[in-house]
């Protein structure tokens, strides 16, 4: 989202012209409670949280074990200085998984950067887990966790957005067990990536976000046990590849059987060793899109087999010269399956494929979908919460944003500078919401490079190392959702360094996904990312620049104001936004103006997509379809969606208007 607005004060317009912009601040204020606004603003679903009810689904849609132990709801918590010893006596309670900042957490306090909150719980493991190891697992805590059960260190973790988990059952005892958790978060007074997170929130920048934010639990695991199921789609050939890392290294006797189903009915199964490749089958796929979300279901277990080189003269020397041939794969093939799984998860995949092809345009290529171009009409979604700031209230909350972007004709939408919770990815799967994944942002205010640069920020080899540790996480927590087609690794250069070879690394990792190296400002890596991208806030949106190579696409435009009052974050303060609407019909007017100029784009141009600012209004920032609560729409969803029917509406081609 761009510096550069126009202010607004409930519909009043206050320009600013040749102002300086809106930046990040790494001041604390002197007033630190001012680090942390007590808004009057909630959402419905807010006022229901109870600690009985907190985030009760299973936190991993994609690797689902049947037994677990959810850990949200009341803790102890204490905030001390860096230094000191752990507190003696706690201060309060505090409802996990929600922020220390927000409302819902029940302590709405601010965390310098001296500061250390500190956890703690007691939690008895369940009788019939007796004989297995048990995980402790952490959705996400911001930024720097330390771990304790029973007094015994068990791990610690860096990263503000990743899943992280620790094997504690050397530590464990019969009866209660006390975990105890360490958090140390600098915001923006460190370089790490955090998005829009300052200690001086205001205009763009919002309030921090400190601790445990994601769902705690535990769960029961064999010794052996699957680590990780990446299922890569490939329409083409009508197959389904897909990796199984365990925990560890194995035995030949170990093996993994992978079976894929279909409303029930099993339509492909194999058995391969385990920590190895294997590709299934899928005859006449059924493929995924937006308005046809259709979802495989994929169980992997892991087995114990017959020793497939047991008759062997030189056994080792025969297992060790098939491994990694085709002759290893067909020998565990045919395995013998002996006894129960030791361990088993459950998840899905989905048949669709993303590229750059050619577009309805001529020499002008467009992204497709299933090899087809298929416009992406997006908003800038931030999913930020005026109750619980980056989590959300609950999962239906979540989803309703989904719900009400795809009534108003929006078939994708910009994950901005923030990763959710691994359910709302479940959800826009299931649901047909294709979503461009940004990388949150990291660097120093000095570090952000502006419209009118012309090289990329230097940064220090422990952050760049941070960054690149960061971004590999979030990729191997999220690749597996189907919903996300684009991987966007810089925003408007801020802490931007190095896009090319990030690029790369990001298409390494992932080349079933299309690369946004940079999206808006300065576009520096022509060789590795797959799109141009602007960002024009103008009341008429700019034409990105033609390519021969890669697709054009419009990653911000939009931005109208509108202030609702009784709706506002903070009242009596100038709300930011591009442009400020008298009342929602002239919104509306607006708003057609503007994607007027996307749909001739699309058609005469070869406009691939565009990304509308944003979902939802966010604190001081007023430009939202949506209220900050929730509450209220600035324009009927129909509305939107009748304006946005030649580009989205089913049967319709959207480069041809018929």
């Known amino acids: 989202m761009a510096f550069f607005r126009t202010a607004l004060l409930l519909g009043t317009t206050l320009s600013f012209a040749g102002a300086v912009p809106a930046l990040a601040q790494r001041t604390v204020p002197a007033a630190p409670d001012a680090i942390v606004y007590k808004t009057a603003l909630t959402t419905k679903w807010g006022r229901e949280v109870t600690p009985e009810n907190a985030w009760r689904s299973y936190p991993r849609p994609q690797r689902v074990r049947d037994r677990w132990l959810n850990l949200n709801g009341q803790w102890d918590y204490a905030i001390a200085k860096a230094g000191t010893p752990r507190p003696a006596q706690m201060q309060g309670k505090i409802l996990v998984p929600f922020a220390v900042e927000s409302k819902l957490s029940g302590v709405q306090r601010p965390v310098l950067p001296d500061d ?9 493991v369940p009788a019939d887990w007796a004989g297995q190891h048990v995980l402790l697992n952490f959705g996400a805590v911001d930024y720097e966790a330390a771990v304790w059960v029973n007094g015994a260190y068990v791990g610690a973790h860096k990263g503000g957005s990743a899943t992280f988990s620790f094997d504690i059952t050397a530590h464990l005892r019969s009866g209660d067990n006390e975990l105890v958790v360490q958090v140390a978060d600098p915001t923006s007074d460190g370089v790490q990536p955090r998005g829009k997170q300052t200690l001086a929130p205001q205009g763009i920048w919002y309030t921090p976000v400190s601790g445990i934010w994601q769902t705690v639990w535990l769960e029961p695991v064999s010794e052996l046990h699957i680590a990780d199921v990446r299922a890569t789609p490939d329409i083409d050939r009508g197959r389904l590849e897909v990796d199984v890392a365990l925990n560890r290294s194995a035995n030949d006797t170990d093996a993994v059987r992978l079976t894929a189903s279909k409303d029930g009915k099993v339509i492909a199964s194999t058995i391969v060793r385990a920590n190895r490749h294997a590709s299934l089958p899928i005859p006449n796929a059924h493929l995924w899109s937006p308005d046809d979300p259709f979802l495989y279901d994929l169980s992997a277990e892991l087995v114990t087999i017959k020793d497939p080189y047991g008759g062997a003269k030189e056994r080792t020397r025969t297992a060790y010269d098939a491994r990694f041939t085709e002759r290893e794969r067909a020998i565990y093939a045919q395995a013998q399956v002996i006894g129960a799984p030791g361990d088993r998860v459950t998840g899905y995949f989905a048949m669709r494929k993303v590229s750059i092809g050619p577009g309805a345009v001529e020499g002008q290529p467009a992204i497709l979908l299933n090899n087809k171009p298929l416009f992406q009409n997006g ?9 619980g700031l980056l989590t959300p209230p609950s999962e239906e909350a979540m989803v309703s944003d ?19 919770p691994a359910r709302y990815y479940y959800d826009a799967d299931r649901l047909g919401m294709l979503i461009w994944q940004d990388m949150p942002s990291g660097g120093d205010e000095d570090q952000f490079v ?4 012309k090289s990329e920020a230097v940064l220090s080899s422990t952050a760049m190392t941070e960054f690149q540790q960061e971004l590999a996480a979030m990729i191997g927590d ?9 991987w966007v690794v810089n925003n408007e250069g801020w802490g931007q360094y190095d896009s090319s070879t990030l690029a790369k690394l990001v298409k390494g990792m992932d080349p079933s996904r299309v690369v946004n190296a940079d999206s808006g400002w300065l576009d520096v890596a022509p060789d590795a990312s797959d799109m141009v991208d602007i960002h024009t806030y103008e009341d008429k949106p700019n034409v990105p620049p033609r390519s021969s190579t890669r697709a054009i696409v419009i990653g911000e435009y939009g931005g109208i104001g509108l202030p609702m009052r009784g ?6 303060k100038r709300n930011w936004g591009y442009q400020v609407a008298t009342d929602g019909q002239d919104y509306l007017k607006r708003y057609r103006v ?21 979902t939802t209004d966010v604190e001081d920032e007023i430009n939202g379809l949506l209220t900050y609560d929730r509450a209220e729409a600035k324009a009927p969803a129909e509305d939107l969606a009748r304006i946005a029917a030649p580009l989205t509406s089913a049967g319709v081609d959207p480069y041809q208007g018929r």
């Open 402 to 420: 989904i719900v009400f972007l795809k009534k108003a004709g929006f078939n994708m939408l910009r994950k901005h500078i923030k990763v959710e």
């Open 116 to 124: 250390r909150i500190w956890y703690r719980r007691s939690f008895a």
């Open 594 to 614: 503007k994607f007027d100029e996307i749909i001739r784009q699309a058609r005469e141009e070869g406009l691939s997509a565009a990304v509308y600012t944003q």
């Open 567 to 572: 709706h506002i974050w903070r009242t009596g």
């Open 379 to 387: 908003t800038l979604d931030q999913g930020w919460w005026p109750d």
């Open 478 to 486: 999220l690749r597996s959702f189907p919903s996300i087609v684009t």
């Open 450 to 453: 502006t419209g009118s640069s």
